[in-house]
């Protein structure tokens, strides 16, 4: 890919960290300032159904919180791939974002707030887990969602202790280690 024709850039911090779908010219560990990252987006099309939605995470504003991830710097079109992946609730959002060894950039991200239909809002930890252990959708379970992630943000050294916290209580109420 010519680096040139990327000029934009993106930020993940749920399944883009672990499943990059799309051309980039380069990818590095980012991070946003006043968001937070928590399960309270239902996904009907990816890891639950319309009947049975799964969560996935989203972005929460929250002053002074820092929200880790990746940055990728695409092409125009990537975005036409993106707006189709992120349809269920998520719209673009323009976010300055700190690249690990780098400048601030201006960038965008996909967050769905609490106006879309597919918004499941805050729940106690435990049913939240609860809730992952159901759910599964046709892009797999949702708890290979929260394993992928918990285990992609312990990779760059960056846990998240929303996500670490569900992750426990689902490998506690499955019974089983599910590192």
């Keep these: 890919m010519d680096p040139g024709h990327c000029s934009h850039w993106v930020f993940g911090y749920g399944s883009l960290i672990f499943k990059a779908d799309f051309p980039f010219a380069e990818a590095c560990p980012a991070s946003i300032t006043g968001w937070q990252r928590r399960f309270w987006q239902g996904s009907h099309d990816h890891r639950g159904t319309p009947d049975a939605p799964g969560r996935v995470v989203t972005l929460i504003p929250t002053p002074d919180a820092v929200c880790h991830g990746l940055a990728y710097r695409v092409p125009d079109e990537v975005f036409d791939h993106l707006d189709h992946r992120e349809k269920n609730g998520y719209r673009r959002l323009q976010v300055a ?7 601030v950039v201006e960038g965008t991200t996909y967050y769905a707030g609490a106006d879309n239909e597919a918004f499941l809002g805050a ?6 887990a609860s809730h992952i252990l159901a759910s599964q959708g046709p892009s797999g379970s949702n708890l290979d969602y929260l ?5 992609a943000l312990r990779r760059m050294g960056c846990p998240d202790s929303h996500v ?3 992750f426990r209580i689902a490998q506690e109420q499955a019974g089983s280690n599910l590192e």
């Design 123 to 128: 729940a106690p930890d435990h049913r939240i």
């Design 97 to 103: 974002i700190s690249l690990q060894h780098g400048p």
């Design 164 to 166: 670490e916290n569900i």
């Design 147 to 151: 394993e992928r992630l918990a285990r």
